[in-house]
């Protein structure tokens, strides 16, 4: 209680190092309803908001006009600082019964996330569409899941085209959006300095780059004892990312599960990267750790 108390006090202090780097600490939300508690601790805006959970929580695809409503929620409510929304990111561990997926062996390497999006592109523009329609009423940047290619961001940026030119016509105003794109595949960090050149932003996503990289199951509780989120594969993947999205003008950030180890927002903050997006009840701690951190100290 002492340490809430602590931590409450101190919500509205920038996240900077004694020594004055900046990093800013943004939030991981599922629903326009966490938007409450991550801004009153202080969140810069939101890093990754997971969308599929407004299809999971619908009894069918949740129309334009529904998503439009929730975005264009989570986009005010950020008060003008950033908002990324993720595109749909389903399949493997995250099933919709009204999307009728094929049963698959080895669903994590399977039909899902942007695969999906880029077959079913009605579902795909419905969804783009509803984004850039709720751009109009905030600061929105687009960040689409489990790419491995090149060809994919160009194939996404040619629906965006197509969604875009859908709106001109139809005289609805939108505002231009930093489009970015999660690392999460050991492909995307090792083709990262070509991705960098496509893109606005990474957002690293550990949670799958973790297991891919390590080929562990995120979900297999067998496995926990050897799942080693500080394995160097990982560590120098990230700065690998950092550095060739820097190269290229990128900002970088982490919105997986290790964005909230304390006991690496030194490493990170020394690796270079722009941001921080970790789940509400850690955006406190995090900060904390940053304005406690002092980098002139080897
Ligand atoms: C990740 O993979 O790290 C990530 C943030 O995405 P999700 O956990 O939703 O798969
Ligand atoms: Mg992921």
Same mark, same amino acid.
């Given at each position: 209680e002492?340490q809430?108390?602590?931590?409450?006090g101190?919500?509205k202090?920038?996240a900077v190092?004694?020594d004055g780097?900046?990093i800013?600490v943004s939030? !991981?939300?599922?629903?326009?309803?966490d938007?409450?508690?991550a801004?009153?601790?202080?969140?810069?805006?939101?890093?990754l908001y997971?969308t599929?959970?407004?299809?999971?929580e619908?009894?069918?695809?949740p129309? &334009?006009?529904?998503q439009?409503a %929730?975005?264009?929620s989570?986009a005010?409510q950020?008060?003008g600082n950033?908002?990324?929304?993720?595109t749909?990111?389903?399949g493997?561990?995250?099933? $919709?019964d009204?999307? =009728?997926l094929?049963?698959?062996?080895?669903?994590?390497?399977?039909?899902?996330? #942007?695969?999906?999006?880029?077959?079913r592109?009605?579902?795909?523009k419905?969804q783009?569409?509803?984004?850039y329609?709720?751009?109009?009423?905030g600061t929105?940047?687009i960040?689409?899941?489990? $790419?491995i290619?090149? =060809?994919?961001?160009k194939?996404i940026?040619?629906?965006?085209?197509?969604?875009k030119a859908g709106?001109d016509?139809?005289?609805i105003p939108?505002?231009d959006?930093e489009?970015g794109?999660?690392?999460?595949?050991?492909a995307?960090v090792?083709?990262s300095?070509?991705?960098a050149k496509?893109?606005?932003?990474f957002? #690293? +996503?550990t =949670?799958d780059l973790?297991?891919?990289?390590? %080929?562990?199951?995120?979900q =297999?509780p067998?496995?926990? !004892?050897i799942y080693?989120?500080?394995?160097e594969a990982?560590?120098?993947m990230?700065k690998?990312?950092?550095d !060739? +999205?820097?190269?290229e003008g990128?900002?970088v950030?982490?919105?997986g599960?290790?964005g909230a180890?304390e006991?690496?927002? &030194?490493t990170?903050?020394?690796m270079?990267?722009?941001?921080l997006s970790v789940?509400?009840?850690?955006?406190?701690? $995090?900060?904390?750790k940053?304005?406690n951190?002092d980098?002139?100290?080897?």
């Amino acid at each position: 209680e002492e340490q809430r108390k602590y931590l409450m006090g101190k919500a509205k202090q920038p996240a900077v190092t004694t020594d004055g780097k900046e990093i800013l600490v943004s939030a !991981n939300i599922s629903r326009p309803t966490d938007m409450e508690k991550a801004v009153e601790y202080g969140c810069h805006g939101v890093g990754l908001y997971r969308t599929e959970f407004l299809f999971m929580e619908s009894a069918q695809l949740p129309d &334009e006009e529904k998503q439009v409503a %929730a975005y264009r929620s989570v986009a005010q409510q950020a008060g003008g600082n950033l908002c990324v929304i993720r595109t749909l990111d389903i399949g493997a561990d995250k099933q $919709i019964d009204y999307f =009728n997926l094929p049963h698959e062996e080895n669903p994590a390497m399977g039909y899902r996330a #942007i695969r999906i999006c880029l077959d079913r592109t009605e579902i795909f523009k419905t969804q783009l569409r509803a984004i850039y329609r709720a751009s109009y009423y905030g600061t929105i940047a687009i960040m689409f899941p489990m $790419i491995i290619s090149v =060809n994919e961001v160009k194939k996404i940026k040619e629906i965006i085209a197509e969604v875009k030119a859908g709106l001109d016509a139809d005289g609805i105003p939108y505002k231009d959006v930093e489009l970015g794109i999660m690392i999460e595949t050991p492909a995307a960090v090792m083709i990262s300095d070509l991705l960098a050149k496509e893109v606005d932003f990474f957002s #690293i +996503g550990t =949670n799958d780059l973790t297991q891919y990289t390590l %080929a562990i199951d995120r979900q =297999n509780p067998k496995l926990d !004892n050897i799942y080693d989120s500080h394995h160097e594969a990982v560590l120098r993947m990230l700065k690998m990312v950092v550095d !060739n +999205g820097h190269k290229e003008g990128c900002w970088v950030g982490i919105c997986g599960e290790l964005g909230a180890d304390e006991t690496l927002t &030194e490493t990170f903050l020394r690796m270079g990267f722009d941001e921080l997006s970790v789940s509400p009840s850690m955006i406190l701690r $995090i900060r904390d750790k940053i304005r406690n951190t002092d980098l002139s100290v080897k």
